[in-house]
């Protein structure tokens, strides 16, 4: 497995945003797929965004329109920026990465969407 690097969680008001980025700390190679997943306290993981081979992009049908996955390719980083935050975003969120060393996870950013 590789291990990935969250970063750009924090506190944010109620309608503002934040980018989050991950990446390996290490080479990785034959990456299929990478994408974003939440937790919320006493709530089930979910899953968020994802690109799948580099240019498959889906979104949980409740967050499209406020959060885009983005990928820059030459640096094996994968971004999502997020808009218009409400409270109920609040949650840590991991990055997921599944590639030729298998199934990878990050240890995960808060978000906390509060006034």
């Known amino acids: 497995q590789a291990q990935l690097v969250e970063s750009g969680g924090g506190l944010v008001q109620p309608g503002g945003s934040l980018r989050l980025s991950c990446a390996p700390s290490g080479t990785i190679v034959g990456i299929k797929s990478m994408a974003w997943y939440r937790q919320a306290p006493g709530q089930e993981r979910e899953f968020v965004a994802g690109i799948v081979n580099g240019a498959n992009i889906r979104y949980a049908d409740s967050l499209q329109g406020r959060f885009t996955i983005s990928r820059d390719i030459r640096k094996n980083t994968v971004y999502l920026q997020m808009n218009s935050l409400k409270p109920d975003d609040t949650a840590v969120y991991y990055c997921?990465?599944?590639?030729?060393?298998?199934?990878?996870w990050g240890q995960g950013t808060q978000v906390t969407v509060s006034s």
């Open positions: 997921r990465v599944q590639s030729a060393w298998g199934d990878s």
